[in-house]
């Protein structure tokens, strides 16, 4: 039970990231590696604020503008310099890997005795694990519905025309660049907002906790598309949670095999993911076989 409870806290912080990768990998379709570059600059400055004595919601706050800044330079390099998507994302997640250092000031920063968001819960007389998924929940709750109603708006459904079909939406007046760096800024400050949840959560802020990152928010991704399909964008978020806590639990139970290596968590998040990128073939197969069959009877 331990187990699965802490699967499910880690999952609700995790999701936060994997609905910011949802942003730009569904709904833009670009594939933005800045994410592994904004995971760890959210953590580097919650960090940072909390050893200089920050409350720890400006911290948070602040590291989630740290992601947002980080993407709007990777959208400008994207669409202004006409650089594509996938190098992009090297070009800013290299040049973050010393933002993030100077920021740390170096490779790893213990929160020790600092006032955190998951102490502050803590206070309240609540275990850990419980803590974490009520701060969890009360931030993917609110980030999800802030999204959701925010495609609803007029530059919502301009950001999710330039998503479905970029040439139609420049004829019709839309600003494509603008609403492609729109896109980057939200998406890699949501990454960014775990990032600085996750630091509060492990009491520490590592400059390589972005490693993974993409790996992680793609598999939630597609867990939750394999377990439900055609949802609206709303429930979509809501199931991306679901696939991350999905995730979370399914590592957690490989590496409680027996002589399973802790250390290779990262081999088995890949193998993971490849496994659930082909299912959906494995599914289109399935579905095309009857029909030859009944063409040919």
Excluded at 34 to 55: K, R
Aim: aromatic fraction near 6%; include cysteine; proline fraction near 2%.
């Amino acid at each position: 039970m331990d187990m699965i409870v802490s699967s499910i806290s880690q999952g609700l912080l995790w999701s936060v990231m994997a609905i910011g990768v949802y942003i730009t990998y569904r709904l833009l379709d670009i594939a933005d590696l800045t994410a592994e570059g904004s995971f760890p600059l959210g953590a580097a400055i919650c960090a940072s604020v909390l050893v200089n004595g920050g409350h720890p919601l400006l911290a948070t706050c602040l590291g989630m503008l740290g992601g947002m800044v980080a993407g709007a330079i990777s959208g400008f390099i994207h669409t202004k310099m006409k650089i594509p998507a996938l190098l992009t994302g090297i070009i800013t997640l290299t040049g973050l890997y010393t933002i993030n250092l100077k920021i740390l000031g170096k490779a790893n920063v213990a929160l020790l005795k600092q006032e955190t968001l998951v102490t502050q819960v803590q206070s309240l007389g609540l275990d850990k694990s419980f803590a974490v998924i009520v701060i969890g929940l009360i931030f993917v709750g609110f980030m999800s519905t802030f999204v959701t109603l925010f495609m609803k708006t007029e530059i919502g459904f301009g950001f999710l025309a330039t998503g479905d079909n970029v040439p139609m939406s420049e004829a019709n007046g839309i600003n494509v660049s603008a609403m492609k760096i729109l896109g980057y800024m939200l998406s890699n400050g949501l990454i960014a907002l775990s990032g600085a949840l996750l630091t509060q959560n492990n009491g520490f802020a590592d400059l390589n906790m972005g490693v993974g990152t993409i790996v992680i928010g793609l598999a939630s991704i597609i867990i939750a598309e394999v377990m439900i399909k055609n949802l609206s964008l709303g429930w979509r978020f809501a199931s991306v949670i679901l696939g991350s806590i999905v995730y979370r639990l399914i590592i957690v139970f490989v590496l409680e095999i027996p002589g399973m290596d802790t250390q290779m968590v990262k081999l088995v998040s890949a193998i993971l993911l490849a496994v659930i990128l082909y299912v959906p073939e494995v599914q289109k197969a399935l579905k095309i076989k009857p029909r030859i069959s009944k063409e040919k009877a």
